[in-house]
């Protein structure tokens, strides 16, 4: 598959008061054309401070320090303010997880719909008027017409998201990054939303970078996952595999910490146990060690290497378990799918 | 139209025929305008064990919060009845409902809301006792240590501000002030939707050793119906005011009978790629309706894959079908 993003080494700070906090450490990733790649973690773990940072929204006192963005040959962190305000909106997109503070409550949809078409595209202001309606149609808002000169709080939370949605695709980007789109949504809104990027994604042939905590929703909509831990990738592969033969203890755990909707019988939950790492001090070694169950005196020590975990090497993970002299753990199957 | 308990055990708690209606500012400036109301708990009964865990799931407003704060009396109902252990909570003098609302506590759901940041840790826990003169001096103190090791917290932590701890530990501290005036009854107001997966499990985990040790019945409030299922001995299952259906939590997830239901549940993804592939979504159209003018009838019929003419003439009654599954539903 082609890769439409390549992200390469990329290094986040936030410089508070306190030192430095190291919100994303060293992370390498691609997105092909067409694919859907989640990241999931949980607060903290710097996935979202990622996708700020592809599109150069860090506020301050946050700095990007390294790295590359590559999207479409262009190093979008090399880029000019100006030619930067051209790659979005019109390249990559960004769905925000609030619908409810990320749309101006004074405003009418379609004076924000028009907006965000004529702040990226120059046309008159009919045929924006027309494109937010067409916009507000693919994501199946009824009435659209009627829709544009309504304000946001006229709109159910449901509905919000969906003009959200409208605007990020409005001026046809090749990425949408949606940040936790259906975490504020109920359960049969959630379906109702995953569904609609399901079907837009195949209809238009964008990627989609997909933020979430939430597994059920990562199982059902992308191809690949990016597992983040405390900064970093601890592993990434194709979902059946990361759902299947999670290589790295904490995968597992977040695997094993939810109950499974369909369980036939009661299983007691396996918590992770502590608290994810303050970032300001990091954990030397595996900043996993603390809480891992398997951790050895290696893990303390020395940072683990991204290893394939099989033949064609879409399968990675960062854990010393993986290593040859490593002792053998109890229902962990290691490397190659049975 | 109640909801019997599980299994053989003593009934504990028994809600009949519970209405919270809240007055709203009518629509326009006009003085003759009429009051209306939000329907938010409209005639909603069951009946908890002793012991038992009853989950009460249902999407935002649909009234799950306001039933477990009015059967707290937290808030004065606008009819029916609680019976507690006997008692008629309602009909209680203020002195002998402080005596019993000592057996019944409550967890919330936002950690960080839910603590005074002016107290001590070892002040917050210690409320409950000083209110109820359960103990002072060094037996209030020992309590207090006591109670912080129960919920895996330690006595250091007693001399602390609440913004020193994590959110899974706040969540411990609330659970340690509900425990402090030795409750046979905890409202679980969505305790753990605002906490990290890793770490609500361990909150879950530490609510059944506890139900385990010390024979607490829970109501457990929440919109994860994963989980509700995973602690409940059974589910309830609310749409606008008024519960649909009412099973073993299994045996919902088995053969859920009330389209709602069905649609819930099969709205939850599921973790597991291969899984999520087959399965068939029912998307349900729409929003759910205001509950201040409920549509008439079965409150569900507007968005009801299945709905009859008779679903908008009269509202369904929960009736048994077997096995302790009760449903209010006119066609399935």
Sequence with gaps: MENLLRVRDLKTSFFTYAGEVRAVDGVSFEVAVGEAVAIVGESGCGKSVTAMSLLRLIPEPGKVLAGSVELGGRDLLRLKEREMRHVRGNDISMVFQDPMTSLNPVLTIGTQLAEAIRQHQKVEKDKARARAIETLEMVKIPSPDKRLAQYPHQLSGGMRQRVMMAMALSCHPRLVIADEPTTSLDVTIQAQIIELLKEIKKATGMSIILITHNLGVVAGLATRVIVMYAGKIVEYGPVKEIYQIPQHPYTWGLLKSVPRLDAAEKRRLVPIYGQPPDLLKPPAGCRFHPRCDHAMKVCREKEAPFVPVNGNGEHRVACWLQHPAAPAVAGFKKGVPA | ?332
């Design chain 2, 1 to 332: 139209m109640s909801v019997g308990g599980g299994g053989n055990g003593e009934i504990l708690v028994r809600v009949e025929n519970l209405k919270k209606w809240f007055p709203v500012a009518a629509a326009g400036l006009s003085f003759a305008a009429k009051r209306e109301w939000v329907q938010a708990v409209d005639d909603v009964s069951f009946e908890i064990a002793k012991g038992e865990t009853l989950g009460l799931v249902g999407e935002s407003g649909c009234g799950k919060t306001t039933v477990g704060r009015t059967v707290a009396r937290l808030y004065e109902p606008t009819a029916g009845k609680v019976v507690f252990d006997g008692q008629s909570i309602y009909e209680l003098p203020a002195e002998e409902m402080r005596q019993v609302r000592r057996k019944i506590q409550m967890i919330f759901q936002d950690p960080y809301a839910s603590l005074n940041p002016r107290m001590t840790v070892g002040d917050i826990v210690g409320e409950p006792i000083d209110i109820n003169r359960l103990a002072t001096g060094e037996a209030r103190k020992n309590r207090i240590f006591e109670l912080l090791e129960t919920v895996g917290l330690n006595r250091e932590h007693a001399s602390r501000f609440p913004h020193e701890f994590s959110g899974g530990q706040r969540q411990r501290i609330g659970l340690a002030r509900s425990l402090a005036a030795d409750p046979s009854f905890i409202i679980c107001d969505e305790p753990i939707s605002a906490l990290d997966v890793s770490i609500q499990a361990q909150v879950v985990n530490m609510l059944q050793d506890l139900q385990e040790k010390m024979g607490l019945t829970y109501l457990f409030i929440a919109h994860d119906l994963a989980m509700v299922k995973h602690i409940s001995n059974r589910v309830a299952v609310m749409y606008l005011g008024k519960i649909v259906e009412v099973a073993d939590g299994y045996e919902l997830y088995a053969h859920p009978v009330h389209p709602y239901t069905t649609a819930l549940l099969s709205a939850i993804p599921i973790p597991d790629p291969g899984v999520e592939e087959e399965r068939r979504r029912i998307i349900l159209e729409g929003d759910v309706p205001s509950p201040i003018n409920p549509p008439s009838g079965c409150h569900f019929r507007t968005r009801c894959r299945l709905a009859q003419p008779v679903c908008s003439e009269k509202e369904p009654e929960l009736v048994d079908r077997g096995a302790g599954q009760k449903v209010a539903c006119w066609v399935t």
